[in-house]
């Protein structure tokens, strides 16, 4: 990834792939695969990791905003 607005499109992807991991992870406990205690558990690491992307994103495009010739 050599551009920001090629950074900012794979945290775009990496989000949403982190959003379709909570969303397997509510499926999972629902149907018995995980405790409630495994599942908020897991939950928090992904939450920690979406808000991590979210902020890289967010710069990235701050970047892209700032010099939109260099991206």
């Known amino acids: 990834r050599k551009?920001?607005?090629d950074?900012?499109?794979f945290c775009?992807?990496?989000y949403s792939s982190a959003i379709e991991?909570?969303?397997?992870?509510?499926?999972?406990k629902d149907?018995?695969?995980l405790s409630?205690?495994?599942?908020?558990?897991?939950?928090?690491?992904?939450?920690?990791?979406t808000f991590l992307i979210a902020?890289?994103?967010k710069s990235q495009q701050s970047i892209i905003?700032?010099?939109p010739k260099q991206t």
């Open 3 to 5: 551009t920001y607005k």
């Open 21 to 28: 991991l909570l969303n397997n992870l509510i499926i999972a």
């Open 12 to 14: 775009t992807i990496s």
């Open 36 to 49: 409630n205690e495994q599942n908020i558990e897991e939950r928090e690491q992904v939450e920690i990791q």
């Open 55 to 57: 902020r890289l994103r």
């Open 65 to 67: 905003k700032q010099n």
């Open 7 to 9: 950074q900012s499109y």
């Open 31 to 33: 149907l018995g695969y």
